[in-house]
Nanobody
Framework: QVQLVESGGGLVQAGGSLRLSCAAS????????MGWFRQAPGKEREFVAA????????HYADSVKGRFTISRDNTKNTVYLQMNSLKPEDTAVYYC?????????????????????WGQGTQVTVSS
């Protein structure tokens, strides 16, 4: 059982920055593709960013491209989401997710159904 714990959320003004972290409990993290999703009130969960196990392949949603950066540190079992130039429409609960055993595929994944484990989420609120 993989546990994912997000942190770093909070309240920030428009134009500001936040850095989210997601710490995984297992060594299998290093062979896992990771993703960030978000869900705003009354809306469906949506893809934000994804990264392959090696960090060599990355994909972003168009809405965050150029503003958000996903990265990972396999020595710390942690994936990050640096969020810059935040907008009120970025307000949501942000979730990290893990898909195990991707060592041979080397892929990233951008649909929620592709992921095996989820964190509990961290709230990000951007005020105008």
């Amino acid at each position: 059982q993989v546990q994912l714990v997000e942190s770093g959320g909070g309240l920030v003004q428009a134009g500001g920055s936040l850095r989210l972290s997601c710490a995984a409990s297992e060594r299998t993290f290093s062979s896992s593709a990771m993703g960030w999703f978000r869900q705003a009130p009354g809306k469906e969960r949506e893809f934000v960013a994804a990264i392959s196990w090696s960090g060599g392949r990355i994909h972003y949603a168009d809405s965050v491209k150029g503003r958000f950066t996903i990265s990972r540190d396999n020595t710390k079992n942690t994936v990050y989401l640096q969020m810059n130039s935040l907008k009120p429409e970025d307000t949501a609960v942000y979730y990290c997710a893990a898909r195990l055993n991707t060592l041979y595929s080397g892929s990233y994944y951008y649909t929620a159904e592709d992921y095996d484990y989820w964190g509990q989420g961290t709230q990000v609120t951007v005020s105008s």
